[in-house]
């Protein structure tokens, strides 16, 4: 939650949008303060949002000449639970820079926490592409999984709506101290499902709704999610920008509360592994690459720690590098 709720409410994170459900607020600043579950000790970071509204340091929209751009879109597993110079994009700069030769190069990061693919795609298409990016990567997989609840429409509306600085959870409206205890934790994220806040007790507090039926079709989701990074695989490539698509990595690639609708975790990246090779989508298998049980690398099932992060840039920096992306 975050350091001061009273200073969140006054300017929250995000701000509405008019063609997306949120976006992130220009200029925002931010401390956030969680127990990650998979970690023994709580974790502190500051989020800082440039002029744009998105983490990183400030860049210009017109790319500088002799800049090579990379742009990477995504949710919070791209955005990061870390302070910024801490996500993946970040380090995958550092990486990069290392063997470039002199050559200029920058890596901004367009990730929105809580975002889907769908999302990028608008993202990509209303903004990302005016920045001129010589690589578009996109990372995401987790929420377009929540998308999926109840009878799946291809733009998400039966579970997206438009973000209400005014529909913050009781655990932001209530002083830290009040929550020490994990009995009343637990009590006030049951009164915040009941008053349809979201489901997953974390900042995706304005995201995903409840519905009366709460089983994941995964079968009738995968088509939109691969029919959106197909889009946006034809539209980078249209706009002359080179693509890599990617799998996303889970915890536990086969535990049991993954499988929903017949449909597990893996069984979800063999058909994402299939669909990119039958299509010749070019992407990088981060989920084949990095170990499922390391809690080294991970704060939950999906988020990364700040070493998980540093390996998940190590994937994409050597794939990059191998096959010659950056001239």
């Known amino acids: 939650m975050p350091a001061d709720p ?9 701000a509405e949008h008019p063609y997306l459900p949120f976006a992130g607020r220009p200029g925002y600043t931010g401390q956030i303060t969680w127990r990650p ?76 926490d809580g975002a889907n693919s769908a999302t990028s795609l608008v993202e990509y298409e209303l903004f990302g592409v005016d920045l001129g990016p010589d690589l578009v990567i996109h ?18 509306s039966h579970i997206m709506r438009h973000y209400d600085p ?28 009941s008053l349809q806040r979201p489901e997953t007790g974390n900042i995706l507090d304005y995201v995903y709704l409840p519905t009366s039926d709460p089983i994941i079709h995964v079968r009738a989701g995968l088509p939109v999610l691969f029919r959106n990074i197909d889009s946006l695989y034809t539209l980078a490539t249209s706009h002359k920008n080179r693509f890599l698509a990617s799998t996303f990595h889970f915890f536990d690639e ?18 994402t592994r299939r669909h990119y090779e039958e299509r010749q989508i070019p992407y990088v298998d981060v989920a084949r690459s990095i170990p499922h049980f390391d809690r080294r690398y991970h704060t939950d ?16 920096a050597d794939y990059i590098v191998e096959h010659r992306l950056i001239e």
């Open 166 to 193: 005014s529909h913050v959870p009781l655990a932001w409206r209530l002083p830290r101290a009040l929550f020490y205890s994990r009995a009343v934790g637990a009590l006030v994220g049951l009164v915040d499902a």
């Open 254 to 271: 086969d535990e049991r509360e993954g499988i929903e609708d017949g449909v597990s975790y893996r069984a979800q990246l063999e058909r």
């Open 37 to 112: 579950p998979l970690q023994k000790a709580s974790v502190s970071f500051t989020i800082r949002h440039n002029e744009y509204g998105f983490r990183g340091r400030s860049f210009t929209a017109e790319k500088p000449p002799g800049m090579f751009r990379i742009v990477v879109f995504g949710a919070s597993t791209t955005y990061g639970q870390c302070d910024e110079d801490e996500t993946w994009p970040a380090q995958l700069e550092k990486m990069l820079q290392k063997g470039a030769a002199g050559k200029r190069l920058e890596v901004i990061n367009l990730a929105i």
């Open 139 to 156: 990372y995401e997989g987790i929420n377009d999984r929540w998308a999926w609840r109840g009878n799946v429409r291809g733009d998400y």
């Open 301 to 316: 099932a999906v988020h990364f720690t700040v070493e998980g992060n540093a390996a998940v840039a190590r994937v994409f």
């Open 6 to 14: 009273i200073a969140y409410l006054q300017a929250p994170r995000f």
